[in-house]
């Protein structure tokens, strides 16, 4: 079931004639200097437009997807992506128009952006909010680079240090480094909630903020957080959101509320914007009435009825600019769309039933024998199985149970994230999940169960179904091969 | 259990010391880290010539699940990097003790000493303690 | 709509199960003060006809200008295939492919496009991507820090030649992890950095040195002369540029005499939409022995337990989810979609309909360039070679033509006063092969007009 590399089909002389220009390079060879000029052409693929369309079609069927399959990955949020966002996302007039046309001929694109920073400010009962961030980290590095401009603004230099739960998703420490910062980490109780009493002996005058996600990355909802908020406060620091798991709260709590300064917004989670296999996210950024001076460049501003952008002259104490243009517009206007289609009513029932099929799930799980790691908490929008006591007693491990889910048409939730948590499924059903999909679920894990129990090795050895089944990793990064060469 | 020879020196950070009888000392980690870390699939050596002090970051070795830096047990000067890594990182797996050295060091004066190096009974103590 | 699909039945069944009466019991770990009923400011649902009517009405308002503006972004024709595909569900819908099994697909891409960019650049070795142009331009300069190991200053030599926001960018970037961005003045007459006015930087320690081709003017720099300098000063040489123009142009990986370190640049012109300015792609290559300090992911192809050829997301342990405060970069993503779109692209133009895009762009900028020139009162800014993309001088200022050329459909270039004003009412323009001699014709009509009109008020 292989599809052999595109440049395997390639044949000199091939391609798909009919879609090039007419004209050739003669104008341009007669005016590029000699020394300056391409030798040879590059060795790109010759291949038909039937051959392309068949090769990425059949690329395509060999994934799975939001469309084909359950995807309950934790902390992703991999809920229906609806086509409607896109279809009207990529309206010609959309698609045609260019980053640097004149605001007298943007006013409808400009629109819609305008009411997506309202709407988002809305949900999470912040101030400001900039849309320019192009993905959740990029949003994460506005954030605590906003919350270093902030203490840097009143003299207060010394304050270079972010506090991170050591059960964070990695993203927070790397960028808490990449703006200069030191990283503090603390730890978190049996009960799954940040340790109070290790944050005190943290906090102090280098504290420049803190940065959690609630419900945190355990599934789990931060129970204290309006005490941890005074601690960091009383400190002198500040608090940043990190919003991949805002799903569970949608309409029901809002970041502002519980104390945070600063906050990211994942669009492609949250707010369904396709995944697209690695990409374009979006992560814009919402902040406190204290930081809005500091918040990237452009927004989009309204006097009267009509838009303009907001640049460096009308914020000059921005962080700056972290795009070339208007970041992911066309995934902006994605969100928007999804976001016109929910309402007000509809957030409120993503966070409810985000959290009842989490519960249900979670439930379920447990009457069919598996170990939730928080036993005794409720589920967030997600929650967390441990495989420890099947991997002591019959070697059989989160990793095996996730390649084998595979065979049974489901993709494997998260593993091994939190690292706290050892051998761990992190469990999102997101709200768009039907009540059948998910017992279909428990059923193919009770399988697996019993099959680790009787013939382990089909476990073990799983997946058995797929194209490929348990890559040489520590090949792939030993001998490298990054880039196609033909054999011989 | 891992391998904890005898007749070696300990940092907490799992590294080990050897003296050699030229005066230098050859440096490594530990039957546990390399296990731990699980297949090495890179290995950074310092430069030769490189002045090093105690405690300052100069190697790092990386698995498919982990980076790991690798800090100077006792402040001195690299006479050399184990140059067979660069092709061959899992040796470090195969013999952490032997051809897996990774760098050899010329102490600075009263580096040693000053070094606390944990004698094998109180290094095997920290593992212990590690729960390994 | 919230595309929920549970009936009341189904809530009963699951309350029953979990054990409690209603869903708002659910959320009794949360304190009730900060519990919200209802969300203000969030205007009342729409269905899909609404939404509809809604997203066509501001369409319909912006309507679609005849363009001849460049500046980062090119119009280009985009074969109906590339969307059709990068648009199915198995594409559109799927993740990250951390679980190889079930992504080979989209691993597969990745390798091709990986494959593609490091074909077209001349570089050995490729990432995933990064956001766009001008964030891969500050990791670049990010990973020349850590990559030249003889350098100590963090000193990053950036022309003012360079993209404005390219520049913008990279400070906000990279400034807070203690790298020094310097500007490097360029000939007014020349619009080009002179290798000659590098000389003041002999002798000092310098990390990396930035070189944009085709510049933002359009115009071609030195860059044989540039990288060379750069080299024989113990600096890495960053190479960022267009991707079309590479058909043409000689690729960074032969500049100079042993080519750059490390090549970024804007995906966008490769089967990526306008699309008012995103989501776009930045395409990052470099020299093998540079790998591991590249950020962003990678792909690589190996062998499963029974033997048979895969693909996966290798040299991870740099990445932030296992190296965390250590990581080369926060990033975490990459342009999955808009790399997808670009590697059927790249399939179907291939090296010959490359090249004909990119000679047939400049033919039009050329042509549209030699009408403009002939009207009185504009003038070209620079001599020398340029490529799909040119700097006009006016003798009026470039705002006020613009504002009229707009009244009649048209987007005339990009006003430079902002950006150089030393460059006077100077306006930037291209034409890429999407435009017709009647279209030409238009603008040159139109703009002459213009300045008519501005002389006489």
């Known amino acids: ?488 | 259990m891992s391998n904890v020879p005898p007749d070696l020196r300990y940092t907490k950070a799992h590294e080990w010391v050897r003296s050699l009888p030229d005066g230098t000392v050859e440096v490594g980690i530990t039957d546990h880290a390399q296990h731990a870390l699980g297949d090495l699939v890179f290995v950074e050596v310092p430069e030769t010539g490189r002045r090093l002090k105690a405690g300052e970051q100069c190697a790092v070795v990386e698995s498919v699940k982990a980076a790991s830096d690798v800090y100077a047990p006792l402040a001195g000067e690299v006479t050399a990097g184990n140059p067979k890594l660069a092709q061959e990182p899992e040796t470090v797996n195969a013999a952490p003790y032997g051809d897996g050295w990774l760098m050899r060091l010329k102490p600075a004066p009263g580096a040693i000493a000053s070094a606390a190096l944990l004698s094998a009974a109180d290094y095997q103590k920290v593992l212990d303690a590690e729960g390994s | ?457």
């Open chain 1, 1 to 488: 079931m292989t599809e052999p590399v595109i440049f395997e089909y390639s044949r000199p002389g091939r391609g798909a004639r009919d879609q090039w220009p007419r004209e050739g390079g003669a104008a341009a060879e007669s005016d590029l200097p000699e020394e300056l000029r391409r030798r040879r052409p590059p060795a790109l693929p010759e291949v038909s437009e039937l051959e392309t369309v068949r090769h990425f079609t059949r690329l395509s069927q060999l994934n799975f997807s939001i469309d084909t399959h359950f995807y309950p990955l934790g902390s992703c949020t991999m809920k229906y992506n609806p086509r409607a966002c896109n279809q009207y996302a990529m309206l010609p007039e959309f698609l045609a128009h260019h980053p640097l046309a004149p605001e007298s001929h943007s006013q409808g694109f400009l629109a819609c952006l305008y009411e997506l920073q309202e709407m988002l400010k809305a949900v999470t009962g912040m101030e400001g909010v900039a849309l320019s961030p192009m993905a959740g980290a990029h949003g994460e590095f506005a954030g605590v680079a906003m919350i270093r401009a902030y203490h840097r603004a009143r003299g207060d230099l010394k304050r270079n240090e972010i506090i991170v739960p050591e059960a964070a998703h990695g993203t927070n420490p790397a960028t808490a480094t990449m703006c200069g910062c030191i990283v503090r980490e603390i730890p978190v109780q049996r009960e799954g909630d940040v340790d109070l009493e290790a944050l005190r002996g943290v906090v102090g005058a280098n504290t420049a903020g803190i940065m959690l996600t609630n419900p945190s990355t355990l599934g789990v909802f931060e129970r204290g957080i309006e005490k941890v908020a005074h601690v960091v406060h009383e400190a002198g620091g500040l608090l940043y959101y990190d919003g991949a798991n805002l799903n569970a709260i949608l309409g029901k709590v809002r970041p502002g509320d519980m104390g945070f300064d600063c906050m990211h917004m994942n669009l492609h989670k949250t707010f369904s914007t396709p995944h697209g296999g690695g990409g374009p996210g979006a992560g814009a950024v919402g902040v406190a009435a204290r930081l809005l001076p500091y918040l990237p460049v452009p927004l989009v501003g309204r006097e009267g009825e009509r838009y303009r952008w907001l640049t460096e002259a009308d914020l000059p104490q921005s962080i700056g600019r972290l795009s070339a243009f208007m970041g992911n517009a066309g995934v902006l206007l994605r969100a928007y769309i999804y976001m016109r289609l929910l309402g007000r009513d509809g957030m409120r029932r993503v966070g409810e039933f985000a959290t009842l099929n989490a519960n249900y799930l979670l439930k379920r799980l447990q009457l069919a024998g598996f170990d939730a790691a928080y036993p005794q908490r409720r589920a967030s929008h997600e929650f967390i199985v441990t495989l420890k006591r099947q991997a002591r007693e019959l070697n059989v491990t989160a990793m095996d149970f996730a390649k084998r889910l595979l065979d049974y048409g489901l993709h494997a939730p998260t593993t091994y994230f939190p690292l706290l948590v050892p051998e761990c499924l992190l469990i999102e059903p997101t709200e768009t999940e039907s009540k059948e999909v998910l017992d279909a679920f428990v059923m193919a894990m009770s399988q697996i169960q019993k099959e680790a129990e009787h013939e382990p090795a089909r476990v073990t050895s799983a997946p058995h179904t797929m194209p490929v089944r348990r890559l040489d990793d520590v090949r792939a990064a030993r001998q490298l091969d990054l880039t196609w060469k033909p054999k011989g």
């Open chain 3, 1 to 457: 709509m919230a595309f929920i699909p549970h009936t009341e039945a189904d809530v009963a069944a699951m309350l029953a199960a979990i054990g409690v009466e209603r869903i708002e019991d659910l959320f009794d770990e949360i304190p009730p003060q900060l519990r919200i009923n209802s969300l203000g400011g969030v205007p009342e649902e729409l269905n899909e006809m609404q939404v509809g009517r809604l997203m066509s009405e501001r369409a319909r308002t912006d309507g679609t200008m005849l363009s001849f503006i460049g500046a980062g972004a090119y119009e280009h024709h985009i074969p109906a295939a590339v969307w059709a595909i990068a648009t199915r569900g198995e594409f559109y819908s799927a993740y990250t492919p951390y679980q190889a099994e079930a992504s080979q697909g989209t691993l597969q891409l990745i390798y091709e496009f990986q494959s593609m960019i490091a074909r077209l650049t001349a570089m050995e070795v490729a990432n995933a991507s990064l956001y766009d142009g001008a964030s891969a331009t500050a990791e670049a300069a990010l990973m020349a820090v850590r990559a030249n190991r003889k350098s100590k200053s963090a000193r990053i030599l950036v022309p003012t030649t360079l993209h404005p926001h390219y520049r913008k960018v990279a400070v906000a970037t990279a400034s807070n992890q203690g790298l020094r961005f310097e500007e490097l003045p360029y000939c007014s007459a020349e619009g080009i950095i002179l290798p000659a006015s590098l000389a003041r930087y002999d002798g000092e320690d310098i990390t990396a040195l930035v070189i944009q081709q085709p510049n933002f003017f359009g115009r071609l720099e030195d860059v044989d002369a540039l990288t060379d300098w750069a080299h024989a000063h113990g600096a890495l040489a960053i190479a960022v540029v267009n991707p079309t123009s590479l058909a043409l142009l000689k690729p960074p990986g032969e500049w100079g005499m042993r080519g750059v370190d490390i090549t970024v640049g804007e995906g966008q012109p490769l089967g990526v939409p306008l699309s008012a300015g995103g989501p776009y792609f930045g395409f990052m290559a470099a020299r093998l022995e540079h790998v591991r300090q590249m950020p962003g992911r990678i792909v690589g192809r190996t062998l499963d337990v029974a033997g048979r050829e895969g693909f996966t997301l290798t040299l991870q342990a740099r990445e932030q989810h296992i190296r965390r405060a250590k990581a080369t970069s926060n990033i975490c993503t990459n342009q999955g979609l808009a790399v997808t779109a670009a590697t059927i692209y790249l399939s179907l133009m291939g090296p010959q309909g490359l090249e004909r895009t990119a000679g047939a762009a400049h033919a039009r900028t050329r042509e549209l360039l030699a009408m403009l020139t002939r009207i009185p009162g504009v003038r070209s800014a620079f001599t020398g070679p340029y490529f799909h993309e040119a700097v006009l001088q006016l003798d009026r200022p470039a705002a006020t033509v613009l504002k009229v050329l707009a009244r009649e459909g048209i987007l005339g270039g990009l006003d430079l006063t902002g950006y150089y004003p030393e460059l006077g009412n100077a306006l930037l323009v291209c034409a890429t092969e999407t435009k017709t001699s009647a279209d030409l014709e238009r603008y040159r009509t139109a703009l002459s007009e213009a300045l008519q009109a501005a002389r006489a008020a």
